[in-house]
């Protein structure tokens, strides 16, 4: 299993490209289902977890072809060979759920694993399953699958659903499976994430009619059926975070080409707080820190437009290194701070008590052998290995796979001292 050394950089300079989104792909590529005409995406990422979203569709019977380097997906479903979404795939990647609504609106018919639980929580499927019953459709579990059906095999028909929860994927689903069924849906407390707008917008590109995307309200007025489309992805919010806080982490400045801060107001105007510099460019952003000390600043986790929980493990690193206590705080998932103990192995001061941890800032890190245990856990101790001296070895970084493309190179090309190793 590969391992990425990374030694005390900094100041960084230079220009660091930010990808399509992650959380969007993997939304856009299950909608495709919903058509039997080509859909082609543009700006797709290039990630293990695309990757494995186009093995399952690819199990369905969808023609995935990758063009440009994996830059442009080519999706075809005009002829579907099953509704099963098989555990030895779905197990892999949660997002495997997003074929349920679309599969069922399109075949009347979804049978799909339950993706089960992950380093980050239980992540259980009943606000899918709600959501979905309020369109009609019958689901019930068995032997680990749900076996979902519309009603006579027909089309969904559409209805008005509340969810308990802003649920980003629940939100998805309905969104999906509402734009063929038979009349208007309407979905609250609906999860107001770029990602669910950016599909929004694919979805009308297909002729869809939605409207309300990106409020806590919204509306679909199913039709028949949904012609081919081709679609830009929405550039990657959470990895332009990521990559904002290298030079504040190791000082310097870098502009994140392609970064929109509209994206990413709060998590902007927390930076801000705590003494960083953002300026708006004609090609994205630049980020410097003003004083060579962050001030430490308080963070609580939640739903878009809130802090975006899949930040806080990188928010954390630099609070480990800033100057004063700062607390943050996970309202989204019930164990998302296992990256705290490995920041602890590098000399952090951490004390977690159940959803909340509070940082003391130390004056140096120190460089480690530590292991990554999901996606933005990883990426958040390259973060601190940036600022620790010494050098810091992350192991098991197929996670990292799974949301950054070319990391050791995009942070290479700034000045960071980074290399992975077999
Ligand atoms: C999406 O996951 C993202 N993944 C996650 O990003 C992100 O952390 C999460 O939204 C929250 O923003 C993708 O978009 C592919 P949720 P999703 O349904 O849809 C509970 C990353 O690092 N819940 O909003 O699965 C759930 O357990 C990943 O890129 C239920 O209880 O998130 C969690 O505690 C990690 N029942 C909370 O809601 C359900 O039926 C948020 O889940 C569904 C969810």
Redesign the pocket.
């Known amino acids: 299993m590969d391992s990425i050394v990374v030694e005390e950089s900094g100041p960084l300079n230079g220009k660091i490209p930010i990808a399509g989104a992650?959380?969007a792909c993997?939304?856009l590529m299950p909608a495709t289902l919903l058509s039997d005409e080509p859909v082609t995406l543009t700006n797709a990422p290039r990630l293990s977890d695309i990757g494995t979203m186009s093995l399952l569709l690819q199990s369905l019977g969808v023609e995935v072809e990758t063009l440009n380097e994996g830059l442009v997906l080519a999706l075809s479903s005009h002829a579907l060979k099953t509704t099963r979404a098989d555990y030895d795939i779905v197990r892999k990647m949660?997002?495997s759920?997003?074929v349920l609504g679309p599969l069922l609106a399109r075949a009347g018919e979804a049978i799909v694993s339950l993706p089960g639980g992950c380093a980050?929580?239980?992540?259980?499927?009943?606000?899918?399953?709600s959501a979905l019953r309020a369109l009609g459709a019958e689901i019930e579990l068995k032997d680990g699958y749900l076996h979902a059906m519309t009603p006579n095999k027909g089309r969904l028909v559409g209805g008005t659903h509340k969810l308990k929860?802003?649920?980003?994927?629940?939100t998805?689903n309905f969104i999906m499976a509402a734009c063929l069924a038979k009349g208007r849906s309407q979905l609250k407390n609906a999860?107001m994430?770029p990602?669910i707008v950016d599909l929004v917008k694919c979805l009308k590109s297909m002729g869809a009619n939605i409207s309300g995307e990106g409020t806590k309200t919204i509306t679909i007025n199913g039709v028949e059926k949904l012609q081919g489309a081709t679609h830009s992805v929405v550039m990657d919010r959470?990895e332009l975070g990521t990559y904002m806080l290298a030079p504040v982490i190791a000082g310097g400045e870098v502009e994140l080409v392609g970064g929109q801060m509209e994206l990413l107001e709060a998590f902007c105007n927390k930076l801000m707080e705590a003494g960083v510099e953002i300026s708006e460019t004609a090609n994205g952003l630049t980020v410097k820190r003003k004083l060579d000390k962050i001030n430490a600043v308080d963070v609580t986790t939640a739903?878009?437009p809130g802090f975006?929980?899949?930040l806080q493990a990188q928010m954390m690193a630099l609070m480990c290194t800033a100057s004063g206590v700062s607390t943050l705080e996970e309202t989204?998932?019930?164990n998302r701070f296992m990256h705290a103990p490995e920041l602890i192995r590098m000399g952090a001061q951490i004390d977690v008590q159940g959803g909340i941890a509070r940082v003391k800032g130390v004056q140096k890190l120190k460089g480690a052998q530590v292991m990554a245990t999901?996606?933005?856990a990883s990426v958040s101790l390259i973060l601190a290995g940036l600022a620790a001296q010494g050098k810091t070895r992350v192991s098991r970084v197929y996670h990292l796979d799974r949301?950054y493309e070319k990391l050791v190179e995009k942070l290479e090309n700034v000045g960071a001292k980074i290399e992975r190793v077999r």
């Open positions: 992650k959380n993997l939304t949660r997002a759920n997003l980050i929580g239980a992540r259980p499927m009943d606000l899918h399953i929860f802003a649920s980003v994927g629940a998805e999860a994430e990602e959470i739903v878009y975006p929980t899949d989204i998932f019930e999901d996606l933005r949301g």
